[in-house]
C-alpha cells in the first residue's frame, strides 16, 4: 500500500514524523507538506506564483518534498508529480490541535484530506489537541491502529459504489491515558465566539487578533465537540459536496424574471469619482526631551 502524507503544521513539524514512523508499518510512506506552517488557509490553492518544492533528507536518504504552498497543494504535485504511482490512501496530521466543529472548514489539515477525495482516493485527516508537551508519539501508534480498522471495516461494510471515503479524527489528550474509546458523530455546527481584540502598534496603528471561545455543547445532541469534552476520540465521516439537496426540489419550481441583457441600461457616469484611496490614521508619538 502507498500512502501519502502531508499535513498544515509544516514538514518539520513533530506529529508528521511521528505519524510517518507508523505508518511505515502499514506501506510506503510518501511525504509530501508544506515548506512552512499552513494553519487555518483553508482549501486555498497556488497558481498565480508558481511552486517552489524542495527535497528534504534524513542523512543520506530522501525522506520527503518540502512545498512552497498549501496542503491543498501538496496533495495536488504530491499525487501528480513524486508519488511513484496513485496512492492507495492519503493521510493528513498530525495537527497539533483539534480540527472539530466548524473549523473544520478553515482546516488546511481538513482541506488536505477533502483534496485527497477529489482524486478519489480514501483520505483520513488527524488532528491532536493541543498541549505544550503534546504525546504525537501515542496519538500517532492510535491512529495506526484506527487507520487500520478504518481499510478493514470500509472493505467490508461500504458499498461498492459509495466512492472514496474522507474521514475527519480528533483525538483529546484524555484519550492517551488509558484505552480509547471511539465515537463517530457529526460536525458541530454551532458558531464560535468570535471576537477581535484591538491593540495598537508603536507608530500608533491599530491592529487586531481574532479572539473568541469554542461554543457550548447542546445537551442530547452528540457532536464531535460534546465527544470530545468527554475524551472520547471522534470520527466524522465528511462529503466535500456541498449541495443542499432537500432545497433543490422546491427551486426547481421557482420563475425568474430576467431583463433582456441585449438592451443597454442607464445608468450613472461614475468617471468622475475620485479612484480609492487607502487612509492609515498614525498617532505620532510626542517626545518629551530628558530633564
Same mark, same amino acid.
Given at each position: 500500500?502507498?500512502?501519502?502524507? !502531508?499535513?498544515?503544521?509544516?514538514? /518539520? ?6 505519524? @510517518? ?25 497556488? /497558481? ?14 530522501? *525522506? ?72 504525537? @508519539?501515542? &496519538? ?26 474522507? /474521514? ?31 491593540? !495598537? ?7 487586531? *487578533? ?16 460534546? &465527544? ?14 456541498? !449541495? ?15 431583463? @433582456? ?31
Amino acid at each position: 500500500m502507498l500512502i501519502l502524507l !502531508t499535513n498544515d503544521d509544516g514538514i /518539520y513539524a513533530p506529529g508528521l514524523a511521528a505519524l @510517518d514512523r507508523q505508518l511505515r508499518r502499514l506501506g510506503e510512506v510518501c511525504v509530501v507538506a508544506p515548506a512552512t506552517e499552513q494553519s487555518g488557509v483553508g482549501h486555498s490553492i497556488t /497558481y498565480l506564483t508558481p511552486l517552489i518544492v524542495k527535497e528534504v533528507y534524513h542523512g543520506d536518504q530522501r *525522506w520527503g518534498w518540502a512545498v512552497e504552498g498549501s496542503p491543498a497543494d501538496c496533495v495536488k504535485i504530491g499525487i501528480t508529480q513524486f508519488c511513484p504511482r496513485p496512492p492507495d490512501l492519503i493521510v493528513s496530521g498530525i495537527n497539533g490541535g483539534l480540527n472539530a466543529g466548524i473549523n473544520v472548514l478553515y482546516s488546511g489539515t481538513v482541506a488536505a484530506a477533502i483534496e485527497g477525495a477529489f482524486f478519489g482516493i480514501t483520505s483520513v485527516a488527524v488532528s491532536l489537541e493541543f498541549d505544550e508537551h503534546a504525546r504525537f @508519539d501515542k &496519538a500517532a501508534r492510535l491512529t495506526r491502529h484506527l487507520i487500520e480498522q478504518i481499510l478493514r471495516k470500509q472493505g467490508t461494510d461500504t458499498p461498492a459504489d459509495a466512492g472514496p471515503q474522507l /474521514y475527519n479524527v480528533n483525538v483529546p489528550n484524555a484519550a492517551l491515558n488509558g484505552v480509547p474509546e471511539v465515537c463517530t458523530v457529526p460536525m458541530d455546527i454551532t458558531r464560535y465566539g468570535d471576537a477581535f481584540e484591538r491593540r !495598537t502598534d508603536p507608530w500608533g496603528r491599530d491592529y487586531y *487578533w481574532l479572539t473568541g471561545k469554542p461554543p457550548r455543547t447542546t445537551e442530547g445532541h452528540e457532536t464531535d465537540l460534546s &465527544a470530545l469534552a468527554k475524551g472520547q476520540v471522534t470520527i466524522t465521516p465528511l462529503d466535500y459536496n456541498m !449541495t443542499r439537496n432537500s432545497m433543490l426540489a422546491d427551486m426547481k419550481q421557482w420563475q425568474f424574471q430576467m431583463p @433582456d441583457m441585449r438592451c443597454e441600461e442607464s445608468v450613472d457616469d461614475q468617471n468622475d469619482r475620485p479612484m480609492p484611496v487607502v487612509k492609515t490614521v498614525r498617532k505620532m508619538q510626542q517626545i518629551t526631551p530628558d530633564d
